[in-house]
């Protein structure tokens, strides 16, 4: 059934899809592309650093390096696909944003999301911890409104508010829909958005039927596609507070289901909307949702840069978990809500002029919880003394000292009907996926296709107990409320 499934993905989508298409040719195919991207960036890089080695030794002594409170600003998108952008190797949509931001900043080609759905992956991004610590361990259903995210100790917005920072979220909170639960009880001054799992991008209803667009705590009705809204009101952020530092999270819901594209005539935009269509769409109305959000990103680099604040600014590009058909997350294997590779490894760019090299391309294995440690210490801001950290400042790994030890990533789904763990270290990774155990060589092979599992019984051991001492560790939590 699954290959038929497969089959059915495949005539849908013949130049790429969900499944690895070419087997072998298209990973060799891959492969070439990187190392061609990678030498292209080459000489921006050299002289990235050397601009960069002369901006430190210009500075006055005792001054940090990039001074004491950069701005960030996150942009996180929903459900991309791992190649369905010009820096992963998207050659059927037009990202000139995107490119920019990668040849200017460091793109990260071994980057993962804590999680494959939308709720843990966020959790795990405002919280620096795995999202099982939590107790959101899956994606919360738009019909159900009690659960949520009890703002964590280490609150990433909270912290930097502490810091003197402006905080504001645009777009997806996904975290629950409970005042106690919402984006200002996790330190947000500002929250424009929706606080479900997806919308109509017109007349922005959720499949319940319910208006699900927010300004502060208040519902309000917009015009306008909600990627152009989310755009606009994350430059409108930047504009006012261009005077104090400030972190913006950008979180778009693009280009997750429906796939509405933008400009639709009105007597058209419902056309998707029947019934239990809201997960189906074209490859085409895809990509130009991808386009409008490239789009978008671009107005928001302009009113950085118009503002001189680019330099000083670390922006983060990232996803939130693989892509679904019709996203595209070739060479990897499978999507969204697997923890095959597809599902859990994103793209993830980071651009920060003044303290990061310029058209580098980094190999070094990260996750959400990272991105957590970085934007904390670049801030100066610190979590509180015993709060679960499990992500690592990528600062000094992305400038040339990598960590000492081998990180170790895992991952865990725990559903009635589903049972999937998996972990990451070095260049092994083990499923256990299907019932079955798996093990990988992704140096060798990235689309998961050369089961070492009966070859490598040491290796395959070594990952188990270390997969079984996390699953201790995380069970050592009490969160307050599950959901799985
Ligand atoms: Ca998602």
């Not at 259903?141 to 003197?164: I, V």
């Not at 007349?203 to 990627?227: A, I, K, M, P």
């Not at 188990?464 to 009490?478: F, P, S, T, V």
Request: charged share 25%; net charge neutral.
């Amino acid at each position: 059934m699954i290959r038929a499934r497969a089959a059915a993905r495949e005539a849908a989508f013949p130049v790429g899809g969900m499944r690895r298409p070419g087997g072998r040719s298209t990973r060799a195919r891959w492969k070439r592309q990187e190392a061609a991207r990678a030498r292209a960036c080459a000489p921006a890089a050299l002289l990235a650093a050397l601009l960069g080695l002369l901006s430190a030794c210009s500075r006055a002594p005792g001054e940090g390096p990039a001074g004491p409170r950069p701005n960030v600003v996150v942009l996180l998108t929903d459900d991309l696909g791992f190649a369905d952008t010009g820096p992963y190797g998207a050659s059927d949509v037009s990202t000139p944003t995107l490119d920019r931001l990668a040849q200017e900043g460091v793109r990260l080609t071994d980057f993962y999301a804590a999680a494959p759905v939308c709720t843990p992956s966020r959790a795990a991004l405002l919280s620096g911890c795995y999202p099982q610590r939590l107790g959101m361990e899956w994606a919360i259903p738009a019909a159900d409104r009690a659960p949520g995210l009890h703002p964590p100790e280490a609150a990433l917005a909270r912290l930097l508010k502490e810091r003197g920072y402006a905080t504001g979220l645009v777009g997806k909170w996904h975290l629950g829909y409970r005042k106690e639960f919402s984006p200002r009880a996790h330190g947000f001054d500002e929250f424009f958005g929706l606080l479900g799992p997806c919308h109509d991008y017109y007349t922005h209803r959720d499949q319940e039927g319910r208006l699900d667009l927010f300004d502060g705590e208040t519902e309000v009705q917009c015009e306008g596609y909600t990627t152009d809204l989310i755009s606009e009101r994350a430059v409108r952020f930047i504009a006012e507070h261009a005077e104090q530092p400030f972190f913006l999270l950008v979180a778009y819901n693009a280009p997750h289901w429906p796939f509405q594209r933008p400009d639709l005539a009105p007597d058209s935009r419902g056309r998707l909307l029947q019934a239990d269509d809201w997960p189906y769409g074209t490859r085409e109305d895809y990509l130009a949702m991808v386009e409008r959000l490239d789009r978008g990103v671009g107005l928001l680099l302009a009113e950085l840069e118009a503002r001189a604040l680019g330099r000083d600014t670390l922006v983060v590009f990232t996803g939130d978990n693989g892509g679904e058909v019709p996203a595209r997350n070739t060479p990897l294997a499978g999507g969204k809500a697997s923890l095959q590779e597809g599902g859990i490894r994103v793209p993830c760019i980071l651009r920060w002029p003044s303290r990061l090299p310029a058209g580098q391309v980094s190999r070094e294995p990260a996750i959400t919880m990272d991105l957590t440690a970085t934007i904390l210490a670049a801030a100066g801001a610190r979590p509180p003394q015993g709060a679960p950290c499990d992500g690592i400042d990528l600062l000094p790994a992305l400038t040339g000292s990598p960590p000492a030890e081998e990180r170790v990533f895992c991952w865990r789904i725990d559903r009635s009907d589903v049972k999937e763990r998996a972990v990451r270290r070095g260049k092994w990774k083990y499923l256990r996926r299907g019932g079955m155990d798996h093990l990988y060589n992704l140096e060798r092979d990235i689309g998961e296709e050369t089961d070492f599992a009966h070859r490598s019984l040491a290796i395959l051991r070594s990952l188990q107990e270390a997969l079984d001492a996390w699953e201790a560790d995380i069970g050592r939590e009490r969160p307050r409320m599950v959901v799985k």
